[in-house]
């Protein structure tokens, strides 16, 4: 009997483990050059975490900061923080930058399943779990370095562990940590986790499922302990404060403070909702790097199912809290609910902005998916031609992705630019113009500029500015300017404008989508 019930046990992990693989290797795959290039945020991210390894500060020459002055207006540190290490290991790659993010992504497949399997049952678990193994939204967010892609996951772990603490107090102190390390992977979670967190403590209080104990206060204190650094930040940039510069630790004070981006009139805009609607159910935001086209988020076709686990989940919770009666339900649908107000409040919405949210769209559609199997259970045929339709789109969705989707994403992620640095670094050219499509914020990484001559060197167009744009710095101009070209100064250009230097007699090497044109 013992040996009966530990192949059971072991067979049942056969599954959730597939999907974990498959998840992970979908992630992983690739991950330093597809996709090609670099995003601007990423880059900068990146050079953060490579000023503060070498010399101690930031690029600003901030020891430790709580948030970073970076474009001006400010950058998320977690990612720069936790890509650090990567750095060291690896150097300043790609790949050392992007790690720290496909890391918590495959972290947080297991945790939907165990999340999801201890609010329900085992089987809702593994439907989650392998939605969000093949989901093109968490696929994608899983790839790139944007340090507001850290969000999801962190706030999913935060979830996880207060279920756990629920029946087990001391996971609220992990819960607590990892709420509080959210807040400085996304701004906008200033609004989203305290909200979410005291709409949550008085449903778990109204039915009875949270009592006071010590490591319930242990966790609201370490979540406040965490929090206090932006607290401090927000008292600096509103002038209550003077900035706090320190060799240990930084609250730096932001070129240009940016208005709120949540703006709760839009509440009661009707376009938000329809702008809502249409990123989250339609084919996405328009921007490349977050979703495809053709397959939107979840893939088009599951938003009925969506809806109808919102149904069921809905139904049930309503009986759960008349009754005072703690469920699953009832506690997803209130983080969705929080969730859904801060980003229908969000002025210029995108998924980026909107990642407290598609967690619980995962689980309604999960809840769905289930409710169907269930339904169906005198026709398998109609589940698992559902399970035959949704691999059939993941496979399309992979094809797409591991082969033309970089051609798709090199001129927005500035593929080549890397490699034409290395061989001015290599040719030894003193003076260098940048084509202005290229971001200061790439020339920093790949070119690994020393903090302190960026800081000595840098020159601004349009300083004070939320977004700074950067003029000079080191043997670097940005701006082409055909009227003024110097046979003393190398020309990094786009791959079009080639054929023209070529003409006027320059030598040009190639770098995917740019070149560098030098005099002979």
């Given at each position: 009997?013992?040996?009966?019930?530990?192949?059971?046990?072991?067979?049942?992990?056969?599954?959730?483990?597939?999907?974990?693989?498959?998840?992970?290797?979908?992630?992983?795959?690739?991950?330093?050059?597809?996709?090609?290039?670099?995003?601007?945020?990423e880059?900068?991210?990146?050079?953060?975490?490579?000023?503060?390894?070498?010399?101690?500060?930031?690029?600003?020459?901030?020891?430790?900061?709580?948030?970073?002055?970076?474009?001006?207006?400010?950058?998320?540190?977690?990612?720069?923080?936790?890509?650090?290490?990567?750095?060291?290991?690896?150097?300043?790659?790609?790949?050392?930058?992007?790690?720290?993010?496909?890391?918590?992504?495959?972290?947080?497949?297991?945790?939907v399943?165990?999340?999801?399997?201890?609010?329900?049952?085992?089987?809702?678990?593994?439907?989650?779990?392998?939605?969000?193994?093949?989901?093109?939204?968490?696929?994608?967010?899983?790839?790139?370095?944007?340090e507001?892609?850290?969000?999801?996951?962190?706030?999913?772990?935060?979830?996880?562990?207060?279920?756990?603490?629920?029946?087990?107090?001391?996971?609220?102190?992990?819960?607590?940590?990892?709420?509080?390390?959210?807040?400085?992977?996304?701004?906008?979670?200033?609004?989203?986790?305290?909200?979410?967190?005291?709409?949550?403590?008085?449903?778990?209080?109204?039915?009875?499922?949270?009592?006071f104990?010590?490591?319930?206060?242990?966790a609201?204190?370490?979540?406040?302990?965490?929090?206090?650094?932006?607290?401090?930040?927000?008292?600096?940039?509103l002038?209550?404060l003077e900035?706090?510069?320190?060799?240990?630790?930084?609250?730096?004070?932001l070129?240009?403070?940016?208005?709120?981006?949540?703006?709760?009139?839009?509440?009661?805009?009707?376009?938000a909702?329809?702008?809502?609607?249409?990123?989250?159910?339609?084919?996405?935001?328009?921007?490349?790097?977050?979703?495809?086209?053709?397959?939107?988020?979840f893939?088009?076709?599951?938003?009925?199912?969506?809806?109808?686990?919102?149904?069921?989940?809905?139904?049930?919770?309503?009986?759960?809290?008349?009754?005072?009666?703690?469920?699953?339900?009832?506690?997803?649908?209130?983080?969705?609910?929080?969730?859904?107000?801060?980003?229908?409040?969000?002025?210029?919405?995108?998924?980026?902005?909107?990642?407290?949210?598609?967690?619980?769209?995962?689980?309604?559609?999960?809840?769905?998916?289930?409710?169907?199997?269930?339904?169906?259970?005198?026709?398998?045929?109609?589940?698992?031609?559902?399970?035959?339709?949704?691999?059939?789109?993941?496979?399309?969705?992979?094809?797409?992705?591991?082969?033309?989707?970089?051609?798709?994403?090199?001129?927005?992620?500035?593929?080549?630019?890397?490699?034409?640095?290395?061989?001015?670094?290599?040719?030894?050219?003193?003076?260098?113009?940048?084509?202005?499509?290229?971001?200061?914020s790439?020339?920093?990484?790949?070119?690994?500029?020393?903090?302190?001559?960026?800081?000595?060197t840098?020159?601004?167009?349009?300083?004070?500015?939320?977004?700074?744009?950067?003029?000079?710095?080191?043997?670097?101009?940005?701006?082409?300017?055909?009227?003024?070209?110097?046979?003393?100064?190398?020309?990094?250009?786009?791959?079009?404008?080639?054929?023209?230097?070529e003409?006027?007699?320059?030598?040009?090497?190639?770098?995917?989508?740019?070149?560098?044109?030098y005099?002979?």
């Open positions: 009997m013992r040996v009966h019930r530990k192949q059971g046990a072991q067979q049942a992990w056969l599954l959730p483990l597939l999907f974990i693989l498959v998840g992970v290797g979908v992630r992983l795959w690739q991950l330093g050059g597809l996709p090609c290039g670099l995003n601007q945020d880059a900068y991210a990146g050079y953060e975490a490579y000023s503060m390894l070498t010399y101690g500060v930031d690029s600003w020459g901030y020891a430790n900061p709580c948030y970073f002055i970076s474009w001006g207006s400010g950058m998320n540190v977690l990612e720069s923080y936790l890509a650090m290490p990567f750095v060291a290991l690896l150097g300043l790659t790609e790949l050392a930058i992007r790690l720290p993010q496909a890391i918590l992504a495959c972290v947080s497949l297991p945790v399943y165990l999340l999801l399997s201890r609010l329900f049952d085992r089987t809702v678990g593994l439907l989650g779990l392998g939605l969000t193994a093949i989901c093109p939204w968490h696929i994608m967010l899983s790839r790139w370095g944007l507001s892609n850290l969000a999801p996951g962190l706030l999913l772990l935060g979830l996880y562990f207060l279920v756990r603490g629920l029946d087990s107090p001391p996971w609220l102190l992990l819960s607590g940590l990892c709420y509080g390390l959210s807040l400085y992977a996304y701004a906008t979670l200033w609004v989203v986790v305290p909200l979410t967190l005291v709409v949550f403590l008085v449903y778990l209080l109204y039915t009875q499922k949270l009592k104990s010590p490591y319930l206060a242990g609201v204190g370490v979540l406040l302990v965490l929090a206090l650094p932006l607290l401090l930040f927000v008292l600096v940039n002038g209550v900035e706090i510069r320190t060799p240990f630790f930084s609250v730096p004070r070129v240009y403070l940016r208005a709120s981006e949540v703006d709760w009139r839009n509440l009661f805009s009707l376009e909702y329809e702008n809502l609607g249409k990123v989250l159910f339609g084919e996405g935001d328009g921007l490349i790097w977050n979703s495809l086209p053709a397959y939107g988020m893939y088009p076709f599951s938003w009925p199912l969506m809806a109808l686990g919102g149904v069921c989940m809905a139904v049930r919770g309503w009986k759960g809290l008349k009754a005072r009666r703690f469920t699953g339900e009832g506690l997803l649908l209130l983080g969705l609910f929080c969730a859904a107000v801060v980003s229908l409040s969000l002025d210029y919405l995108n998924i980026n902005k909107a990642n407290s949210l598609p967690f619980y769209l995962l689980f309604l559609l999960a809840f769905g998916v289930d409710w169907v199997f269930g339904f169906c259970k005198a026709h398998p045929v109609l589940p698992w031609g559902g399970v035959g339709v949704y691999a059939v789109a993941f496979g399309l969705f992979v094809n797409t992705y591991f082969t033309t989707y970089n051609d798709a994403i090199a001129v927005q992620f500035r593929d080549g630019v890397g490699e034409a640095v290395a061989f001015v670094k290599q040719q030894g050219f003193d003076q260098v113009a940048v084509d202005n499509t290229v971001v200061y790439h020339i920093l990484f790949y070119d690994r500029t020393p903090q302190p001559e960026f800081a000595q840098v020159e601004y167009a349009n300083y004070p500015s939320p977004y700074l744009s950067v003029s000079s710095f080191g043997r670097y101009t940005f701006g082409v300017d055909d009227q003024t070209l110097d046979h003393d100064t190398a020309y990094l250009i786009r791959r079009s404008q080639a054929q023209q230097m003409q006027m007699g320059y030598t040009v090497a190639f770098f995917g989508q740019y070149a560098v044109a005099w002979e």
